[in-house]
């Protein structure tokens, strides 16, 4: 257990961590001459049962705010000290505020001081503690008195600390390493080591890690886990890492040691965020102090309900940093204001990787609504409910810090339908994947209703025809068409399986043919249009047709090729490459066999090594597959390209 001291300065939290571990905590020359506390201060206390309590010792003054945040974040245990003779001040309040945005729910308050005030002042003190702790998760929190000098009420602290360590439950090990570094220095004979929080998985000494959100590699030499020397840290101890292969300069207060597949840095993230009942109201797109980790960033607040946050009460934001960061769902964070005076507020990371547009949007609300969920089950459950154009389940894995195993038993339990994507992994719901195929399905049949003629359409027909889904979404949807053979792909586009297009006794079929086929230079789409004057559209879905019936080939977009012609073409190549004693052939030798202008033969060249049919390699062209062309063997894989057709 992590315990962290909170309080007003020289209200003793360094004297009574020095009684509980007999360590003195302040380590700075200034410290001692001052007397009072400015930097973080770690000690340690073993118990009988072989557990080692860690303290954290936190500076009281104002001024230093900063350094008590770097060191707040990761502990278990809030140990709130109050002198009986001030009673409770306003870093007592400040930091009590403090411990709760950042979800510590367990504590205990020393009521130091003790031999200074008479018993009446020290039942006062002790109302204004029970007064400030009520309706917060200390309410029930013991109060100790005691006295530094006399040493009165140490021992039964100690023991009440070590009570607490024995009921307080073990944290569980899962996902993958991370580490909030709040300390980093040198040691003659060892090298960088760096300290902090566990937040989550385990590390073992050999391991390579990743310094974030820099992306160093470093790997681990030693480690001291609650400052003992072990084979491996884990979730909840302060750990101590020897690092190989980063210099103490390359890794400061407020970096993360992480396994590498969880560097993911992230300049903005969704959350939700409390303002404080005494802060000053929060304005959309104000400026702030953002502590989140052991670091401390200039950020702007985005509120993503309404203009302004009113004290005491709370919404969804999204929070953009100035610099990268690692943070990841569950993240705890303050926001105080620019001048770093006062703590305006807090709350807890939601979706670390928070989109920059449409971040108000109904459907966005309604994702973070899901994630606000504990656990990753409910919480993807809901997402899934409230996201038909599917959850990409990569950001979600990474964002919760699942393991691969973890992940792969969420999907089968929640039945996520997971269709092959390019890249990621994208998620439905099997009800919205079903009702998505079918939407699409009824897309492609008022597409085929509004154009017989049409033998396909394209993907940015259905986007038009659904807004609402993504153009990723859309093409998974299509594929699942074709692979449950509701539907044919024809190049790029998809039709209906049923749907056949221009029919073979169309008296246009004739005349477009021959426009393409009679030219030495075929003229495209538009131009055969504007010549028979009719749609675009028309002339397209009868060469589509032609191309399926193997009488056309598509040399690229509007641009067709009478199959015969292009046979006579690809045997014009083979006639030069045989020509030739090192089997090749140049632009200028094969436009001048074709006849044809330089720009139309540069198209065919380069058409040919699309299908694989040539090879350039500098200015020489090589035949790669003469077989390609022969009658009834060719196929056409042009890009756009009906995989199956053959080139006849």
């Not at 609402?468 to 792909?489: D, F, I, P």
């Amino acid at each position: 257990m992590i315990i962290g001291t909170a309080g007003h300065i020289d209200h003793g939290k360094t004297t009574l961590v020095k009684l509980l571990t007999g360590v003195d905590t302040d380590r700075l020359q200034e410290e001692k001459q001052r007397g009072i506390s400015i930097d973080l201060g770690y000690a340690y206390l073993p118990l009988r049962g072989g557990e080692v309590l860690g303290f954290v010792d936190v500076p009281g003054h104002e001024r230093f705010i900063r350094n008590m945040l770097a060191g707040a974040t990761g502990i278990d245990f809030m140990l709130l000290v109050v002198a009986a003779d001030d009673g409770v001040m306003p870093q007592t309040v400040e930091h009590l505020h403090i411990l709760e945005l950042l979800g510590v729910k367990r504590g205990a308050v020393a009521l130091t001081k003790c031999d200074r005030v008479d018993a009446q002042r020290v039942v006062e003190a002790g109302a204004q503690i029970e007064s400030l702790l009520r309706g917060t998760p200390l309410a029930e929190s013991r109060v100790y008195p005691l006295s530094a000098r006399t040493g009165n009420g140490v021992d039964a602290l100690r023991r009440a600390l070590g009570e607490e360590a024995a009921s307080f439950p073990r944290r569980d090990d899962g996902g993958l390493f991370r580490l909030s570094v709040d300390r980093s220095f040198s040691l003659p004979g060892c090298g960088t080591v760096v300290t902090g929080a566990v937040f989550s998985g385990s590390a073992a000494v050999g391991d390579t890690l990743t310094i974030g959100p820099a992306g160093l590699p470093a790997r681990v030499r030693s480690i001291h886990a609650q400052n003992r020397a072990a084979a491996d840290g884990h979730t909840g101890e302060r750990c101590a890492l020897n690092l190989v292969g980063v210099r103490k300069q390359q890794v400061q207060r407020g970096d993360w040691v992480l396994d590498p597949a969880l560097l993911a840095p992230t300049s903005r993230f969704d959350a939700r965020l409390r303002v404080l009942a005494d802060a000053k109201p929060l304005r959309h797109w104000m400026s702030v102090h953002l502590h989140l980790g052991a670091g401390d960033v200039p950020a702007r607040v985005a509120l993503l309900e309404g203009e302004v946050l009113q004290p005491g009460t709370q919404a969804h934001v999204q929070l953009v940093s100035a610099k990268p960061l690692c943070t990841l769902r569950g993240d705890r964070f303050i926001v105080r204001d620019q001048s770093g005076q006062a703590t305006l507020g807090g709350g807890m990371v939601l979706d670390p990787f928070a989109p920059a547009r449409r971040r108000r949007s109904r459907e966005r609300l309604a994702a973070l609504a899901a994630l606000e969920h504990d656990v990753p089950e409910a919480a993807l459950a809901a997402l899934l409910e409230a996201s038909p154009d599917g959850v990409h389940l990569d950001r979600f894995v990474l964002a919760w810090n699942l393991t691969p195993a973890d992940a792969e038993a969420l999907w089968k339990e929640l039945k996520i339908r997971v269709p092959q994507a390019p890249a990621g992994k994208l998620g439905f719901s099997g009800r919205h994947w079903s009702e998505g195929l079918q939407r699409a399905h009824d897309v492609l049949s008022r597409l085929h209703a509004g154009d017989p003629a049409a033998i396909g359409f394209p993907l940015q027909a259905f986007a038009e025809a659904l807004p609402q889904a993504s153009r990723r979404t859309l093409g998974l949807l299509a594929e699942e068409l074709v692979a449950s053979r509701r539907a044919v792909r024809v190049g790029k586009d998809f039709r209906l399986s049923d749907h056949r297009g221009a029919s073979p006794a169309d008296p246009l079929r004739e005349k477009v043919a021959a426009s393409v086929s009679q030219a030495l230079v075929p003229p495209d789409v538009q131009a055969v249009a504007k010549t028979l004057h009719v749609a675009e559209t028309r002339v397209r879905a009868i060469l589509e047709q032609m191309r399926a019936d193997g009488g056309m080939l598509r040399v690229e977009r509007d641009l067709y090729l009478a199959a015969a012609a292009g046979r006579r073409l690809a045997e014009c190549a083979q006639q030069l490459a045989a020509a030739n004693s090192r089997g090749q052939f140049t632009l200028a030798e094969f436009r001048d066999r074709i006849g044809a202008g330089r720009r139309f033969a540069v198209k065919i060249l380069e058409w040919f090594d699309r299908i694989g049919f040539t090879a350039r390699s500098g200015d020489a062209h090589t035949i790669l597959n003469a077989a390609l062309f022969e009658r009834d063997k060719g196929r056409d894989t042009s890009p756009g390209g009906a995989a199956g057709l053959q080139i006849r």
